[in-house]
């Protein structure tokens, strides 16, 4: 995970209820159709914690 990744994120956040745009699949962080603050605090724990040395799970 690196900053075009962050890019991407940024990109596709819409808010709650908010139906993912083309392409943002992969931002739908919990799986709930949407790209939400939600899915923000799931990126950031994976984007801290990620050094390239082990596998995160969101
Ligand atoms: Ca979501």
Do not use: K, N, W, Y
């Not at 939400?36 to 969101?58: K, S, W, Y």
């Amino acid at each position: 995970m690196d900053e075009d990744d962050h890019t991407v994120f940024a990109t596709c956040m819409a808010g709650a209820s908010v139906a993912c745009g083309t392409g943002c699949g992969a931002a739908d962080l919990d799986a709930d159709g949407d790209v939400d603050p939600a899915d923000a605090a799931r990126f950031q724990i994976v984007f801290t914690a990620h050094d390239g040395r082990q596998a995160v799970t969101p």
